[in-house]
């Protein structure tokens, strides 16, 4: 494989400026890789491959992090004059769970798991409003991807309102992947998107996962086939279609006025 095809474009992978939770520097980044924290991109300059950093690298692969090679220039505004020696990591602002934490909470509640799963939501304010609208409305988890999508930054935090502290969130590898474990695991998969039956006339009361796509184009048609059911929101006006966090707002209460009559 080709060396510009080893690593995601920073383009792609969204803005880390905006994040406090930075560690940068060779020796800082390899301590943070051994204390097993979780960490959601490392950052590395582009055509930097001497000494320490190819096995930093390494490691970070092994544990299937994601490595965004960047200019120079990028890495000084995000290390802020500190010297970065060509590499700088990102932690969450929170610690994710396990699918099964998500389950098992739901289990412990007494109630049917209802989760969301965000499939490649890049804007930091849609997910944190995303988190807040399932937090209200007693969802009991989120999934996240580890790629194309944005991470847990302090933006997101902020844009959920304090929710994020309340919500339990899994980071996985392959969403696809994981729509098939939770079928397996007994929850129905439900799909926002165009084109659908009614989100209302939709009996939600069952254990249920639900998809939301990103906001310009929506759930993956992958996912979409595996999704057992599509769920649409009539629209009324000039526009045709809310956004995501606002998408979610409407279907998450419908789903928690179901399960609360």
Same mark, same amino acid.
């Given at each position: 494989?080709?060396?510009?095809?080893?690593?995601?474009?920073?383009?792609?992978?969204?803005?880390?400026?905006?994040?406090?939770?930075?560690?940068?520097?060779?020796?800082?980044?390899?301590?943070?890789?051994?204390?097993?924290?979780?960490?959601?991109?490392?950052?590395?300059?582009?055509?930097?491959?001497?000494?320490?950093?190819?096995?930093?690298?390494?490691?970070?692969?092994?544990?299937?992090?994601?490595?965004?090679?960047?200019?120079?220039?990028?890495?000084?505004?995000?290390?802020?004059?500190?010297?970065?020696?060509? +590499?700088? $990591?990102?932690? !969450?602002?929170? *610690?994710?769970?396990?699918?099964? %934490?998500?389950?098992?909470? =739901?289990?412990?509640?007494?109630?049917?798991?209802?989760?969301?799963?965000?499939?490649?939501?890049?804007?930091?304010?849609?997910?944190?409003?995303?988190?807040?609208?399932?937090?209200?409305?007693?969802?009991?988890?989120?999934?996240?991807?580890?790629?194309?999508?944005?991470?847990?930054?302090?933006?997101?935090?902020k844009a959920s309102a304090g929710a994020m502290e309340h919500?339990?969130?899994?980071?996985?590898?392959?969403?696809?992947?994981?729509?098939?474990?939770?079928?397996?695991?007994?929850?129905? +998969?439900? $799909?926002?998107? !165009?084109?659908? *039956?009614?989100?209302?006339?939709? %009996?939600?009361?069952?254990? =249920?996962?639900?998809?939301?796509?990103?906001?310009?184009?929506?759930?993956?048609?992958?996912?979409?086939?595996?999704?057992?059911?599509?769920?649409?929101?009539?629209?009324?006006?000039?526009?045709?279609?809310?956004?995501v966090a606002a998408a979610a707002a409407v279907i998450l209460?419908?789903a928690a006025r179901q399960r609360n009559p």
């Amino acid at each position: 494989m080709k060396e510009n095809r080893r690593f995601r474009s920073e383009e792609r992978m969204g803005n880390y400026e905006d994040s406090a939770n930075v560690t940068v520097g060779r020796n800082s980044v390899r301590e943070l890789l051994a204390s097993g924290r979780d960490i959601d991109k490392i950052f590395v300059q582009k055509g930097e491959r001497t000494g320490s950093i190819t096995s930093l690298i390494a490691e970070a692969r092994s544990r299937t992090i994601p490595v965004v090679e960047c200019e120079k220039a990028k890495l000084d505004r995000i290390s802020n004059g500190t010297n970065h020696q060509g +590499i700088a $990591a990102f932690t !969450a602002e929170k *610690e994710y769970c396990e699918i099964d %934490d998500i389950i098992n909470y =739901a289990e412990e509640l007494g109630q049917k798991p209802l989760i969301v799963i965000a499939d490649r939501i890049e804007d930091p304010h849609n997910l944190g409003a995303l988190i807040r609208a399932a937090e209200c409305a007693g969802a009991h988890g989120l999934i996240i991807p580890k790629r194309k999508g944005a991470m847990l930054t302090q933006v997101v935090s902020k844009a959920s309102a304090g929710a994020m502290e309340h919500m339990r969130i899994a980071k996985v590898t392959n969403l696809a992947m994981t729509v098939e474990e939770l079928k397996e695991k007994g929850l129905w +998969i439900f $799909a926002a998107e !165009a084109g659908g *039956e009614k989100f209302y006339e939709q %009996d939600m009361t069952c254990p =249920a996962a639900i998809v939301l796509g990103s906001e310009g184009k929506g759930v993956s048609k992958l996912l979409l086939d595996k999704c057992d059911f599509i769920l649409s929101i009539p629209m009324y006006g000039k526009v045709n279609s809310f956004n995501v966090a606002a998408a979610a707002a409407v279907i998450l209460c419908e789903a928690a006025r179901q399960r609360n009559p």
